[in-house]
C-alpha cells in the first residue's frame, strides 16, 4: 500500500499542474506524447524480449496502450470543457470499474468488494458533488472512458504478473507497457495534434518532463509494483483517494476554495470502506482458485 499512496500524492499535483499549466494551452496529444516518450526513454532500455510469455507480452502491450494510451487522450481532452473540480468529480466512478473488471477476468463476484467500492465512490461524491452548468456531458463520456481504461490497464497489469510468474523483474517488463502507449499516442498526435499549440514556456516544458519522469515512468511504475501486493478491492478503493488529495492540492497550493467539512466527511467514508473491504475478505478453501492467486501475489510481491 505504501507504493499507491506515493503515487496518489504525485497524481493530486498532476491534476492540477495539467489544469493550470497545460490545458487550453498545450496540445494535448502532444502533452500525451512526451509523457509517454519519455517514460518509454527511461524503461525500453532495461526491457527484456527472450523467454518471456508472448501472452505476457501481447497483455502488457494491451494493458500499456489502455491504461497509458486511452487514459491520458481521454483526460486531456476532457480539461477543454471541464474545470479540475469537475474532472475530479467524474473520476469518481474508478474503483467501481476496478472491482467489476477484477472479478470478471478472475471468474469470480466479490460482493463485499464491489460494497467497499461503493461506499468509496460515495465518498468521493460527497466531496465533489455540485449542481452542473455548461456543457460537461462530453467531458463526463471521456472520463469514462479513461476511468474504464484505467481501471482495465490495471488490473489486466496485476492478472498478467499472477498468472504469468517470471524471474525477470518488473523494471525489466515495464518497457513494453511504454511501447504499447507509443501504438496510440504517435499516431494520434500525428493525425489530431496541432502543431501551433506546442509548448512555449520554460514552465510548461518543465511541466512535462515533471509529468513525464515523475507521474508517468515512476508513478505508474510504482502504481503496478503496490497493485500486486494487495487485494482487488484494496486497489480499487485507493484509486478514489485522488478525489481528497487532488482538492487539498489546490487549496493549499493554489488557494482555491473547498468545503472542508465535506472533504474530511467523504474522506472519512473513504477510509471507512478500507476496513470494509478488509472485514469482507474471507480466506479461500483449500483447491479453490483464490489459493493459487493469493500464493502468486505473494510470490510476486516477493520479487518485485
Partial sequence: MPYLLAVTVLWAFSFSLIGV?????????????VRVAIA????????RWRALPRRLLGGLWLAGA??????????????AVLSVPEVLLFTVLTPIYVTLLDDALARRFNPWALLAAGVAVGGGILIRFQPLSGDYLLGFILLQIANAAFAAGQVLCRQLLMRYPTEEPLHRLFGHFFLGAML????????????????????????????????TALGMFW????????????????????????????????????????????GSIILLSLWLNRRGRKKPRAGQRGVLVEKRTATLAQRT
Fill in 40 to 47: 518509454a526513454l527511461i524503461f525500453v532500455p532495461l526491457m
Fill in 21 to 33: 499549466y497545460l490545458a487550453g494551452q498545450v496540445d494535448s496529444d502532444f502533452a500525451v506524447l
Fill in 223 to 266: 502504481w503496478v509494483k503496490g497493485s500486486t501486493k494487495v487485494d482487488a478491492g484494496t486497489l480499487a478503493i485507493i484509486n478514489e483517494l485522488h478525489v481528497p488529495a487532488g482538492l487539498l492540492v489546490n487549496v493549499l497550493i493554489w488557494n482555491r476554495d473547498a468545503n472542508l467539512p465535506r472533504l474530511a466527511a467523504g
Fill in 66 to 79: 489502455l491504461q497509458f494510451g486511452v487514459t491520458y487522450l481521454c483526460l486531456y481532452r476532457s480539461f
Fill in 184 to 215: 496510440l499516442a504517435i499516431p494520434s498526435f500525428l493525425l489530431f495534434g496541432n502543431p501551433a499549440r506546442l509548448p512555449q514556456t520554460a514552465v510548461q516544458w518543465g511541466v512535462l518532463l515533471w509529468m513525464g519522469i515523475f507521474a
